[in-house]
Nanobody, 127 residues
Framework: VQLQASGGGLVQAGGSLRLSCAAS????????MGWFRQGPGKEREFVAA????????YYTDSVKGRFTISRDVSKNTVYLQMNALKPEDTAVYYC?????????????????????WGQGTQVTVSS
């Protein structure tokens, strides 16, 4: 399994970026795809998740209303649309994939449930 994250960059506060995660190497129907981030001097934290099969989504409180996670099954790609960016969103963003029951009504925000990780893409938000 390979996860290739891209789309990071430098943006001013209030701006937008869209991250992409191209997934390959297996069928992801029974998987959840997640985005995590690690800011300077901070531990890695959960950002958002989406079930590959049903499209259910889950967000950490700090990004609700500003970030949107989505997936394109035809392209095997997961996206994170980030709007109204703040300096505190500055971090390396990682995409991840982990097995999860199809039809589950909740999604995991725990790193230990994600088996595969991408290389990370840097997002820097200037004030």
């Amino acid at each position: 399994v390979q996860l290739q994250a891209s789309g990071g960059g430098l943006v001013q506060a209030g701006g937008s970026l869209r991250l992409s995660c191209a997934a390959s190497g297996r069928n992801f129907d029974s998987y959840t795809m997640g985005w995590f981030r690690q800011g300077p001097g901070k531990e890695r934290e959960f950002v958002a998740a989406i079930s590959w099969s049903g499209g259910n989504t889950y967000y950490t409180d700090s990004v609700k209303g500003r970030f949107t996670i989505s997936r394109d099954v035809s392209k095997n790609t997961v996206y994170l649309q980030m709007n109204a960016l703040k300096p505190e969103d500055t971090a390396v963003y990682y995409c991840a994939a982990g097995p999860w029951p199809i039809g589950a009504t909740w999604l995991s925000d725990e790193e230990r449930t994600y088996d595969y990780w991408g290389q990370g893409t840097q997002v820097t938000v200037s004030s």
